[in-house]
């Protein structure tokens, strides 16, 4: 998968040389370009913001420098079968809030471009610009404003990173997650089995495979119900099996 970010703080971007995602760069399987706006701002000052029409408080992103460093970005990609257009990710708090569904989406893609904002936004005829040439979805990491785009898409790059084959060593772990199946992940320990005077449930000792899913299962239930209701009440039916009907 190929990434480019745009942003005027490229050094935020230094996080995705870390870990898994760094990785997965150095072993070829993310292509990870990170692009500094300002050089596509032609002025003594390299300016890339001015004052809002209409008036009010802050400063706007100008349209020119983002569509010359839109259009260097679709002019090196790689022309796609289908006609299919590069997904260009605007983070906004205005945007539709992301989440696991859309993260396996994204994961499905080939080209991700990330527009990082700063100040009071990008000038919107840039979103509407980009209509032509990218598939432009604006996304919101949560109904909170941050200062600019960049901490947003380290979270989107490594939530759709890490579903890309090969990121993750073991793909087992992706499957039992919390959000995978609708529901939280049930509560995990590792050794020492009695810490604190705490013990671990008996059951995760017992061997009986049987016994330790329905346990997990129950608790993924009871942990949901508690913290999140609103994901039970948006679980499929056909989702459920018997076991989980008796919950
Ligand atoms: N004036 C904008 C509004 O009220 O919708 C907020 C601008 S915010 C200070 C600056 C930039 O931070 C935005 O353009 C966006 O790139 C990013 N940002 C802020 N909150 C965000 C959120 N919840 N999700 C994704 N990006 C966010």
Redesign the pocket.
């Known amino acids: 998968m190929r990434i480019d970010v745009v942003s005027i703080f490229p050094e935020y971007l230094a996080a995705l040389d870390l870990s898994l995602i760094g990785k997965a760069r150095r072993d070829g399987l993310l292509d990870v370009n990170v692009h500094d706006l300002r050089d596509h701002a032609h002025d003594r000052h390299r300016t890339v913001d001015d004052t809002p029409y209409g008036g009010g408080a802050?400063m706007v992103m100008k349209a020119g420098p983002w569509s010359e460093v839109l259009t260097g970005i679709r002019e090196s990609a790689e022309p796609r079968s289908g006609g299919k257009r590069p997904v260009l990710i605007?983070?906004?708090?205005?945007?539709a809030v992301f989440n696991q569904r859309m993260a396996y989406d994204l994961a499905e893609e080939d080209h991700l471009v990330f527009a990082?904002?700063?100040?009071?936004?990008?000038d919107e005829r840039v979103v509407e610009w980009s209509r032509e040439h990218f598939d432009v979805r604006p996304?919101?990491?949560?109904?909170?404003?941050?200062?600019?785009?960049e901490v947003?898409v380290l979270a989107m790059v490594e939530a759709v990173g890490r579903l890309i084959p090969g990121v993750v060593g073991n793909p087992e772990s992706l499957v039992e997650e919390s959000h995978s199946d609708g529901l939280l992940e049930y509560p995990v320990y590792t050794k020492p089995s009695e810490w604190n005077e705490r013990p671990i449930p008996e059951v995760l000792l017992s061997g009986n495979h049987a016994k330790i899913a329905r346990w997990r299962r129950d608790e993924q239930f009871r942990r949901t119900a508690e913290r999140r209701p609103d994901l039970i009440f948006a679980l499929e039916p056909e989702s459920l099996d018997k076991g989980d009907r008796a919950v």
């Open positions: 802050g605007v983070p906004s708090p205005a945007g990082c904002g700063r100040y009071e936004g990008i996304v919101s990491l949560g109904d909170y404003v941050l200062n600019g785009g947003a």
